[in-house]
């Protein structure tokens, strides 16, 4: 197991993944980005990470819930199964875009994610809900990746 844990964010807002990044480097963890749900899919089995910060509208409206409709069907022989329970983050202006409130959706098969953010985010206040998703997973070893 890693000394430090792996964060990886999948975000097509480069500027926002370089500030998230610097905050978190600075706080010990590792991190690797993606910038696109094709490619985020690929990072995931490589650098296989702790948690999962993911954004929803990237090259199409709905990329993010198709990353985690790949990470959450643990149906037949999926390259992603090991991910399952690995923690997901969603970091979007989704609910800006669409009025739909998807907060009360959280954990749900609808979104069955662990925690829904709302663009724009204070840092500090992302690192402090990382670090609780990261805290429960440690405290509950089924959902450890």
């Known amino acids: 197991m890693r000394a430090n844990k792996m964060i990886l964010m999948i975000d ?4 926002l993944v370089n500030v998230v ?3 978190f480097e ?3 963890y590792e991190f690797s980005e993606a910038h696109s749900a094709v490619e985020g899919l690929e ?3 490589k650098v296989n990470p702790d948690l999962i910060i993911l954004d929803v509208i990237m090259e199409d409206f709905v990329a993010g819930f198709r990353v985690v409709s790949e990470l959450r069907t643990i149906e037949g022989d999926s390259k992603y199964s090991a991910y399952a329970k690995t923690p997901i983050l969603m970091l979007t202006s989704v609910v800006r875009k669409t009025k739909f409130d998807f907060n009360e959706h959280v954990g749900t098969a609808l979104l069955p994610v662990d925690a829904f ?4 985010v204070k840092p500090a206040y992302l690192l402090d809900k990382v670090e609780e998703l990261l805290q429960k997973a440690t405290c509950n070893p089924e959902t450890d990746s």
């Open 12 to 15: 097509d807002d480069v500027n």
């Open 21 to 23: 990044k610097m905050v």
């Open 26 to 28: 600075a706080k010990g």
């Open 43 to 45: 990072k995931i089995t």
């Open 117 to 120: 953010v709302e663009k724009p």
